[in-house]
């Protein structure tokens, strides 16, 4: 104990700029790793999708579903929600031309509600065996679906493949 007293006396500078030191070093960490643990359970869309169960669409995508099911030029169909984008994944016959797609992926918007239309993004992906996917996409600002992938080559390669 009294070489700890003589140490203090002698160093007395030393030992209170350690003290300092080691206290900010300890906040420091403290702080960091309340940072990163707190970015740890937040949601990876932050606070954007907050308002998310205002605006449910469970039955709606059923619905949906039921509507898809039920053409006889869809073969399967697939919905997936991703904050606020729903994906609608379809595969349609080998026959079925663009516009007829487009068609059936325009009526089924009505499934929705309007809310719902101004809420979420929809995204329409449509496959047909050998053929490129067929994109749709509804943005909430906008009442229209806007298609890419889109070329007469393509539907006169199906048409000579026939």
């Not at 998310?52 to 709606?60: A, G, R």
């Not at 059936?104 to 329409?124: G, H, M, N, R, V």
Request: hydrophobic fraction near 35%; proline fraction near 1%.
């Amino acid at each position: 104990m009294n070489n700890l007293k003589k140490f203090y006396k002698n160093n007395r500078i030393y030992c209170i700029l350690m003290i300092i030191s080691a206290v900010c070093l300890l906040v420091i960490l403290t702080s960091v790793l309340a940072y990163f643990i707190s970015q740890t359970r937040t949601s990876v869309y932050g606070h954007r999708i907050d308002d998310i169960v205002d605006h449910p669409v469970d039955n709606e995508l059923n619905d949906l579903k039921s509507y898809f099911e039920s053409n006889d030029k869809v073969e399967s169909v697939n919905t997936d929600i991703r904050g606020k984008i729903i994906y609608v994944n379809l595969v349609f016959n080998k026959d079925v031309a663009n516009e007829d797609i487009q068609t059936i992926c325009t009526e089924s918007l009505a499934k929705f509600t309007a809310d719902q239309k101004e809420y979420y993004d929809i995204q329409f992906i449509a496959k047909r065996e050998d053929l490129k996917p067929y994109l749709g996409s509804k943005s909430a600002r906008q009442t229209v679906i806007s298609w890419a992938n889109y070329s007469y080559d393509d539907e006169e390669e199906a048409e000579e493949g026939e």
